[in-house]
Nanobody, 124 residues
């Protein structure tokens, strides 16, 4: 069992940066691939980024690559999402998730555990 708690969301202006954190419980945290997803009002949840547990490989949604950076600190059971040059269209609830798998991680169906989400609002 893994419990995830996101933090770091808030209201920012376009062009600003934010760093989201996701704290995970459990001694097996390093055995999970971690992902970030987001869901804007009236839209489906979409993949943002993932970091693989087995080899540390990282993948991003093509539209976000270059602005967002995912990282993890297994010693602290933390996963981060650094978001730069934020745009109003980045406004959404951001979720972190944990997966036992090392493939197919852009699909939310690959994930076993989810946090409650943190709101990010970017004003123009």
């Amino acid at each position: 069992q893994v419990q995830l708690v996101e933090s770091g969301g808030g209201l920012v202006q376009a062009g600003d940066s934010l760093r989201l954190s996701c704290a995970g419980s459990g001694r097996t945290f390093s055995s999970y691939s971690m992902g970030w997803f987001r869901q804007a009002p009236g839209k489906e949840r979409e993949f943002v980024a993932t970091i693989n547990w087995s080899d540390g490989s990282i993948y991003y949604a093509a539209s976000l690559k270059g602005r967002f950076t995912i990282s993890r600190d297994n010693a602290k059971n933390l996963v981060y999402l650094q978001m730069n040059s934020l745009k109003p269209e980045d406004t959404a609830v951001y979720y972190c998730a944990a997966s036992r798998y090392s493939a197919g991680l852009s699909s939310n169906r690959a994930y076993d555990y989810w946090g409650q989400g943190t709101q990010v609002t970017v004003s123009s």
